[in-house]
């Protein structure tokens, strides 16, 4: 039954893990830009900042996933209520 819950959560996607998929397609486009466009100091500060933004999504995804794991780790022992009080990301 556990494989069936595992295959059921690879086929649907979060809207962090999508969110997170269209930031990385974004990142790469505005690094290409940056790297073979002239832009003024203020455009690359504007990316820089959004940037930064995306770091925090990425982040943020990889602490729900990891939150996520340790809860269902934990749960297994009777003791992931106590130890991750954060049920969802």
Known sequence: ??????????????????????LS??????LFIQATVNLSPDAVEILDWINLFVCGVF???FLCDSIAHHQKQN???????????????
């Open 59 to 61: 982040l943020a995804d």
């Open 25 to 30: 397609v974004y990142v790469l486009v505005a």
């Open 75 to 89: 749960s297994s022992n009777g003791v992931g209520s106590i130890l991750y009080p954060v049920s969802r990301c």
């Open 1 to 22: 039954m556990e494989v069936l819950d595992e295959h059921c959560a690879a086929e649907h996607l979060g809207l962090l893990q999508v969110l997170a998929l269209i």
